[in-house]
């Protein structure tokens, strides 16, 4: 398989369309494994530094392509990105390699005539070579923030301030992978231990009492043994805090709203020693059918999966009386936006404040079903105050029999430095080493 067409099909489904990235990463997962190690970090290297160098990379094309830029056809143009980089930033492909890969597999697409228009741009862009990495440079002067469109920068700077802009952006390269062990089958002792004698430097997360720390370029190895096995799951530490956050207890009735594939439900149902009930909804039948073999997997039988969409009424469909509702919404997943460059395709102003008013209506939706005394968590993955303050705020005005209460009562694991005023739990990329996640533990009075 050819790492640069690889390279191609992915980047012209994040650039094409308003897909994310992490399910045609997925999709292209076999093949990606298929490549050798360097035919592999090819491959990423070239999908990740055209996602961060976009906005550039698209200057430079217009500016070589002069006259026939208009008229530039858009797969096209992702060839000619991908070539020009390698040219510009990988030093470590030589410049005939980038022109003739690039220009071969432009004919393999696009016939011969674009690959002649690909030769012509990329000898040309070889040619301005040094003029073309000064001016890069120059760009760069202004910061990693000319890696983002104007509106972005400005939505952020509201948000958490342009010194936390930059080292949100900075936490790009993949933190270590975070391993959720199932306690249903093995202890965290004894998993280290199997870890260690597979060759593995697997150490213990600091908060989760469940983690395990994991180098990422080991995954492939405990794939079979560990993975398949249903003996751990993949799933970073900050959101291995929302089931401790929320604390199901054994024999419980638990609504996950806005399951997916139900990463937090099999942890719930791990708490709960795989005894009581978890409703687990989702919009997405291909996910919820995902859920059902990993749940056959890790051995939990209290896990069920309803496919609804959760902005209408549930209680036709769903018995309401949950002791705890997770309500893991749809949201910007600006948290994650070091690593997910692609995001800034699909985002805009408008979308975001069209997330924020669907959680606002998903939180809702999700209250009726909670018994008095209940609690109901609200979790995104993203830093953006509209989506979390805010909506929190909005939320508490609208429902007065619900309280926000401390998540550290729940359970005492959760450190006190993440725990901000009033009774959110944040965690940034940069400063903890993972995902940006926003918690709200939310109670339900006492009747009367
Ligand atoms: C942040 S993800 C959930 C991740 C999941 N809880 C986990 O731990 O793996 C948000 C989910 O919301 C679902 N979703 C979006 N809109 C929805 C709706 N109107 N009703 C139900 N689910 C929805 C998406 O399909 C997606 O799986």
Known sequence: MNPRKIAFDVLKGILRGSRRGG????????????????DGALTERIVKGILEKEILLERLVKEIAGVSYRHLDRNLKILLKMGLYQLLFLDRVPDYAAINETVSLTRELF?????GYANWFLREAQRKKKELILKSQAQGNGGILREIPKWLTDHL??????????RLLKSKESPPIGLRVNTLKISREELLKRLKDMGTEA??????????????H?????????LESGIAQVQSEASQLAAFILRPLPGQRILDLCSGLGTKAFHMAQLMEDKGEIISVDIDLSRLRELKRTGERLGVSIVQ???ADATLGLSALIRGGFDRILLDAPCSNLGALG?????IFRLSPKRIENLAQLQLRLLKNAKILLNPMGYLLYVTCTVSRIENEENVERFLASEPDMELVSPKSNFGLIPDELVKVPGFVKTFPHMEGTDGFFYALFRKRKRG
């Open 218 to 226: 080991q995954l492939k190895k405990i794939k079979g043994e560990i």
């Open 111 to 115: 016939g011969a005539k674009a690959s």
């Open 23 to 38: 399910p045609i990463l997925f999709e292209f997962r076999e093949q990606f494994l298929s490549l050798d190690p360097k």
């Open 305 to 307: 999966p309803i496919c």
């Open 339 to 343: 690593r997910k460059r692609e995001l």
């Open 157 to 166: 700077r509201e948000e958490i301030g342009l010194g936390q802009i930059e």
């Open 203 to 216: 150490k213990p997360s600091l908060i989760s009492p469940h983690g395990i720390s994991l180098e990422r």
